[in-house]
């Protein structure tokens, strides 16, 4: 079946440093991914959604400046942390929609990030 | 904006049992879906809905999508152990392709 992987699974930074959490369609195009985030013992919030080749639209109350999207191509995502701080720290799930349809988004397997 | 409530917030079971839980919301929905989320991995799709009325199963699990568009249920028959999770619905408005998630309900069989 259709997969999409995150990389890094996890990773910790120290407050201040950016990160960078990628997204990739391994074996579909997706001109649409989405990227959540979720604090322990709660749901998936989405925050943005990412369109290839163009500006990401961001979900009200998430800095734009601060998590950084960009959709350089047909299968890949990417997000940036900027200026990282402890209260980032959170499981960052994204999910694709095969260009070609016909079924539901898939996720990947979610980033733990850890800022100390 | 857009609310899904859940419930029951957990649930601790006996092998065997069924289970139900269920999603309302006060706005219309045109898919329903359940995921299961087992912990440090992201969700996988269990049952996905599109009309109202509908009632899906998949195996042991079956679902359905409420006449009024703004609720659905999950029942797990025979629950085993490896049912052990956290269960998400997700609902999607009319021209939107992005998910709205449930708060998730931990389901917990002793064997």
């Known amino acids: 079946g259709a997969v999409v992987s995150q990389h890094p699974s996890w990773v910790i930074c120290k407050s201040g440093t950016s990160v960078k959490i990628e997204c990739r369609s391994l074996?579909?195009?997706?001109?649409?991914m989405f990227w959540y985030r979720q604090f322990p013992k709660q749901s998936l919030m989405l925050m943005a959604t990412?369109?290839?080749?163009?500006?990401?639209?961001?979900e009200q109350g998430v800095e734009k400046d601060k998590f950084l999207i960009n959709h350089a191509s047909l299968t890949l995502s990417t997000l940036t942390v900027t200026s990282a701080h402890p209260e980032d720290s959170s499981f960052y799930i994204c999910?694709?929609?095969?260009?070609?349809?016909?079924?539901?988004?898939?996720f990947g397997q979610g980033t733990r990030l850890t800022v100390v | 904006g857009q609310q899904l409530n859940q419930s029951p917030q957990s649930m601790f079971i006996q092998e065997g049992e069924d289970v139900s839980m269920n999603c309302t919301s006060s706005?219309?929905?045109?898919?329903w879906l359940w995921y299961k989320q087992d912990p440090g991995e992201g969700p996988v799709l269990l049952i996905a809905?599109?009309?109202?009325?509908e009632l899906t199963s998949n195996g042991r699990l079956t679902a359905q999508f409420g006449i009024t568009r703004k609720d659905s249920f999950l029942n797990i028959s025979a629950s085993i152990p490896s049912d052990v999770g956290i269960y998400f619905c997700?609902?999607?408005?009319?021209?939107?392709?992005?998910?709205?998630f449930g708060s998730g309900t931990r389901l917990q069989v002793q064997p």
């Open positions: 997700a609902a999607r408005a009319t021209g939107r392709r992005a998910l709205t």
């Open positions: 706005s219309i929905f045109n898919t």
């Open positions: 999910s694709a929609y095969p260009v070609a349809g016909g079924t539901e988004a898939f």
């Open positions: 990412s369109n290839e080749g163009s500006k990401a639209t961001y």
């Open positions: 074996d579909f195009q997706a001109t649409t």
């Open positions: 809905l599109y009309k109202a009325g």
